[in-house]
């Protein structure tokens, strides 16, 4: 039986930050953009069971190395001093983009070049928003659905139990 491909989704991590309006008014701290943007997607992969790898940039930043850490299931990245978000999604997809299902959220062109070229998907920072902003609509349906109908006794209680009421109600009447 052939193995199930793994699903994995890449985000680079400043470019999202940059493109949407939601997390730029965070700007004057970038530690709330992207614990904002990290809070997202703990939302969207627990509800889509994929793979979710956040990178953010540290190329310029004196000393760095590279740093991961998994909060919540989402691996958060920060690249190593001289290391691009762009060229760590890049070396990923050399790994795994023909052997298993990656999609990469960006709007830099050339990253979306590499991402088709490697076997990958590529996804703009505002499909991206659109998709998150969808998955979350579906997950208010359906927590609204469920606590709808788990208000219902019948739903709540056995068949006896019900059947035991039922009967209480006839003899009250």
Known sequence: MPRTKKEYLFIDGYNIINQWKTLRNYTENIE???NKLIEDLIEYKAY?????IVVFDAHLVKGSNEKKEVISGV???????NETADSYIEKQLDKIG???IVQVATSDNYIQQIV???GGTRMSSEEMFLELNKTKQEIKQKTDSNRQSSTKISNILDSTTLEKLENLRKSIE
Request: glycine content about 4%.
């Open 98 to 100: 023909r052997a298993e």
């Open 32 to 34: 709330n953009s992207r």
């Open 75 to 81: 691996e958060v990245v920060y690249t190593r001093e």
């Open 116 to 118: 088709l070229a490697r």
């Open 48 to 52: 889509k069971g994929i793979n979710v």
